[in-house]
């Protein structure tokens, strides 16, 4: 799986510094890609193109949402900055933006008015969370737009949809990988994990990766002590978190969004966990836990990640210097799928969503934040699966989130400690 992944360069620079280099790179990039005769060039000349965005900007998962969406203004600014679409006559993007609440049902309404509406999109965005995208999915299939997510659910690339794209690995996989890495993490260290607690907000992106986790520790044979879901709606973790504790396990392995993986964290320290805490991304992975639990509280938490902060080179820079913070991944990977659709109108100018479509199942594309997903580019296959994805490994220390595991990839050495 290592030998798939390829590191992108890392730059530090001064915010005009990082604007302008990224602009120059951008257009240089532009227009290597852009093509076509005249006749089709002046067809697709046109002074914007509309993509819209589908996201939760409201309700439990709101933060991840928010993060999502200045991953996508941040790419919009930059690639706008850099010229626009150059092989649409400089089209610049715009952003549509619509509040998906975190229910599905609101989710799946705002995606069909959009869609339905007198001027849709070329293409959307969203919905950042699996439960929300597989409603999403069905109004952009039904409506035969491209939708560009960085939702884990494995289902989403079994309905034999032609119009969704998946940009990050899925659910399964990731789930396996949060048990693989973390075994031979643990085994490197001379402490094996021969027992593992799991809890997991019970909904589609929790339970897929659930099931991950368990296939992988009996492949491993790994005994699963506990096996747990929850509402990520709580507002209280000690229950679970009992559970996972009193289950006496030598790992526990969490997937949740931010509010509640801040409280599962809070918990387990409350109540005296001293085994290491393997989160399934979601929200063990952005500012948001950092500044829930501090430095000190989060020092050692490893979490599976879907890209690598330490890849993420000049945006990530560009975001610091716009929020204050680093580029959570979900800003990071949404910002990714706005390139390749940027990429796509590149190779293939085209107002007409289905030729996108075809663009983005036969094309690669790595341009900006979509060269720093791992493996240093995205590719779908048939079914909209990003068939070069795989997960990795990160964990915090001293404050930063570093990427520790697989070994050729890793920014730092993993520190497994189980209290004892």
Known sequence: MADNLARAPRRHRTRAGVSLALAASLSLALAACGGGD??????????????????????????????????????????????????MGGAQIVLDIVDATS???????????MVSGREAP??????????????????????????????????????????????????????????????????????????????????????TQAQGLQSMADELGVDVALFEGYDPAITDATPVAQQAINADADAIFSIAYVSDGVLVARALQS?????????????????????????????????????ALGDYGDINTAYEEEYGTFMPQEAHDNAAGLYV??????????????????????????????????????????????????PLMTQWQGGELVGVWPEDFADAEPIWSSGE
């Open 38 to 87: 005249d006749e089709d060039q002046d067809a697709t000349d046109v002074e914007e193109v509309h993509i819209g965005v589908v996201l939760p900007l409201s309700g439990p998962t709101a933060q991840n949402g928010q993060n999502s969406q200045r991953g996508l203004e941040l790419a919009r600014d930059l690639i706008n900055e850099a010229g626009g679409i150059e092989s």
């Open 103 to 113: 229910e599905p049902a609101a989710a799946a309404n705002a995606a069909s008015e």
């Open 122 to 207: 070329l293409a959307i965005v969203g919905a950042y969370a699996s439960g929300l995208t597989v409603t999403v999915a069905r109004e952009t299939e039904r409506a035969g737009i491209p939708l560009l997510t960085t939702a884990f659910s494995d289902e989403l690339t079994q309905e034999g949809y032609e119009f969704l794209f998946q940009l990050p690995a899925q659910a399964t996989a990731i789930g396996e990988a949060q048990m693989q890495y973390a075994v031979e993490i643990a085994e490197a260290a001379g402490d094996p994990i021969e027992s593992a607690a799991i809890i997991y907000a019970n909904n589609a992106y929790g339970e």
């Open 271 to 307: 109540l005296g966990n001293d085994v290491p805490v393997i989160g399934g991304v979601g929200g063990y992975i952005t500012p948001d836990f950092l500044a829930g639990l501090g430095e000190e509280g989060v020092e050692g938490y490893y979490s599976v990640n879907t890209s």
């Open 341 to 390: 659709i940027a990429e796509a109108l590149e190779q293939n100018p085209t107002l007409d969503p289905e030729e996108l479509a075809q663009t983005l199942h036969e094309g690669t594309f790595s341009m900006g934040a979509a060269g720093s997903m791992p493996g240093g580019e995205v590719a779908f296959d048939e079914t909209g699966a990003n068939e070069i994805a795989v």
